[in-house]
């Protein structure tokens, strides 16, 4: 049975037409994405469906009494309220329910009339069954495992809930949606402010949901797991594809590739046809013969009759990045030894220590409110230590992106901040910050005014151009969209300088990190993978005393036998890895000389990629076999 439907819907703001000839329909049960870059209509389609935004044209239909749950990206509400109460807020019926089913049991307690006892008896039992119908009993459960899943404890529910930051308030408000089980859950940007645990868990519960969830997200691994189909939003329409978001990205490819060959083959018609036309127009008036001007309009009303196929845009313009480092640091660009950290009575580090080597991408990753930020802030001196050293290398000069960016003159203007920050003409501000999608007016913007990807935007073309060689970025891809976020990894892939990097952005970690660093019980465990290597090997069991006897081992100058073993072990792993690695490049470079598929254009740049992502990751196991030889 159908959810949702939409047929040709259109939407304005002013003259600007956002949305033109929408049109989709969503099943009971389904899990779906909606992508395209920010500012493409992705918002205002969950607000049409809401019924807060109106359209212009075009049909919306809703599956009859279908109850909706929204999670906005700014949500907002339920000020002067406990924690507690704002998580049953959504399932107010039933709360409502069971009171009176308890003001029927203290009169039934009390009654002493038979013949209203039964009355009263009578009408518990129909209050009994609606409460059964709308699942009452299970609420405790289900307030348990959502606040779990998104890490709210218990003993948060008296709090106020307007204390709480406005990351806090998402995750309660959140909690508040998925108790209320909807029928139809739409979700906006679902994966901010939660941790990898809770992202994780999150992915499991709507794999799971008996509703219908529609999702808008730039999270690339959450779609890949979350959902079954994607719904495109582009130049204000849309197109779905059935699979996930890695399918999605293959399909498109090919879809954008079948159109471009269609199309050329249609122009080619139309110039073959217009060619005759003229021809025979000419041939009409050499001879005076009607016959041919008559042909030659039969041809011109077939041509003007057929459809026209657009020329599809096979590379769009998005941001463009490019860092370059300023200079080479000295070997080791941070250290930090034994750091020791607490606010109050809330422990973060208890000698925790970290080294980054001139070159690196390591990751730093962690549940929320373990200290990572913190980590960062005492790396670029805005944080001290209570016990320890951290210590910065020679020439290090450092950039750093914060998780909430902001800027000293918020009243500038985005032009006004970027000639400021770099010392440039109007007419170089222009031209570079054109780069980064700000064109024309847009660089008049105030950055007050501004949403968190363009500051994101406008913070990163700073660091582009600035003086560095280390990037600090604390949630990078926060606010970007999935096409700033690639053009993101490209360039940091390609810079030269050292990268220190927060993220939850597990796709993110994957393509970038050389090593991370995961907060565990107080301490900062190494692994020496991206994120698939850490699901795969860890969390280990580090247990603070266990790392002081290897710190002690390590100050006499003997290493723990277990460590030893360990890093052999490691070593016959990536020897066998490499060895495998090696023979996979071989058989793709033999594949790419068969003269059967010199010609098969999608077979060569398919098994390009494959080769280019398996060099890579060969290159990586030599770096990693090297650096446990050394350190054996």
């Not at 049909?59 to 749950?69: C, D, N, S």
């Not at 850490?534 to 460590?563: C, H, I, L, N, V």
């Not at 490691?570 to 598929?597: G, P, Q, W, Y």
Request: glycine share 8%; net charge negative; proline share 2%.
């Amino acid at each position: 049975m159908i959810a949702l439907a939409m047929k040709d819907i259109e939407k304005y703001y002013a003259a600007n037409k956002v949305l033109s000839r929408v049109t989709f329909e969503i099943n009971e049960g389904e899990k779906t994405a909606i992508v395209g870059r920010n500012g493409c209509g992705k918002t205002t389609l969950f607000r049409i469906i809401t019924g807060i935004e109106k359209y212009e044209k075009g049909m919306l239909a809703l599956k009859k009494g279908i109850r909706i749950g929204y999670l906005e990206q700014a949500p907002a509400g339920f000020e002067g309220s406990s924690i507690y109460e704002v998580l049953l807020n959504g399932v107010e019926e039933v709360t409502k329910l069971r009171a009176r089913m308890a003001e029927l049991e203290k009169r039934m307690s009390s009654e002493k009339d038979e013949n209203l006892l039964e009355e009263l008896v009578a009408g518990y039992g129909k209050l009994t069954v609606q409460y059964e119908g709308m699942e009452g009993y299970s609420v405790e459960s289900r307030v348990d495992i959502v606040t779990t899943g998104l890490q709210i404890p218990k003993d948060m529910y008296d709090m106020d809930f307007e204390v709480l930051s406005g990351g806090e308030r998402t995750r309660v408000l959140f909690a508040r949606i998925l108790i209320s089980q909807p029928e139809l859950l739409l979700l906006d940007e679902p994966t901010n402010h939660l941790d990898t645990a809770s992202i994780e868990w999150l992915e499991g519960f709507i794999r799971n949901y008996k509703g219908t969830v529609l999702i808008i997200s730039h999270d690339r691994y959450f779609l890949d797991s979350a959902v079954g189909r994607i719904i495109e939003v582009e130049d204000g329409e849309c197109e779905s594809y059935e699979g996930n978001y890695s399918y999605f990205v293959k399909e498109k490819e090919r879809r954008l590739l079948v159109e471009f060959d269609n199309y050329q083959d249609q122009q080619k018609k139309i110039r073959k046809m217009e060619e005759t036309i003229k021809r025979l127009r000419d041939w009409g008036n050499r001879g005076d013969n009607e016959k041919f001007f008559r042909k030659a309009a039969s041809i011109q009303k077939a041509l003007d009759r057929m459809e026209k196929i657009g020329k599809p845009v096979l590379d769009r313009k998005g941001v463009f990045l490019s860092f370059e480092a300023a200079g080479r640091s000295g070997k080791d660009a941070v250290a930090c030894e034994e750091v020791t950290k607490a606010y109050d009575s809330k422990q973060l580090f208890r000698k925790a220590s970290l080294l980054v080597r001139f070159g690196e991408r390591v990751g730093i990753i962690g549940p929320n409110g373990s200290g990572k930020s913190t980590l960062i802030k005492m790396i670029m001196g805005h944080e001290s230590p209570d016990e320890g050293n951290v210590r910065i290398g020679s020439n290090v000069k450092s950039g750093y992106l914060e998780q909430s960016i902001s800027f000293e003159d918020e009243s500038r203007t985005i032009l006004e901040e970027f000639k400021s920050s770099l010392n440039l003409t109007e007419g170089e501000a222009r031209g570079r910050l054109a780069r980064f999608l700000f064109f024309k007016d847009s660089v008049f913007k105030r950055i007050s005014g501004l949403s968190g990807g363009e500051k994101t935007r406008l913070k990163l073309a700073e660091m582009m151009y600035g003086d560095i060689n280390l990037l600090i970025l604390d949630e990078p891809t926060n606010h970007l969209d999935i096409d700033t976020r690639e053009a993101l990894e490209a360039a940091l892939e390609d810079y030269e300088g050292t990268i220190v990097f927060i993220s939850h952005d597990r796709y993110f970690i994957n393509r970038l990190a050389d090593r991370l660093y995961s907060i565990e019980d107080h301490v900062l465990v190494e692994y020496c993978g991206n994120y698939d290597y850490f699901k795969d090997k860890g969390p280990k069991e580090a247990k603070y005393e266990e790392k002081k006897k290897d710190t002690k081992a390590a100050a006499s100058g003997k290493k723990p036998r277990q460590r030893v073993n360990d890093d052999k072990n490691r070593l016959h792993e990536v020897e066998s890895e490499i060895a495998a690695l090696e023979e996979e490049v071989n058989r793709i470079k033999e594949a790419m000389t068969d003269t059967e598929k010199a010609s098969d254009y999608v077979f060569l740049q398919e098994i390009g990629t494959e080769l280019s992502e398996k060099e890579a990751a060969l290159e990586y196991m030599y770096e990693t076999w090297q650096m446990l030889v050394e350190g054996s």
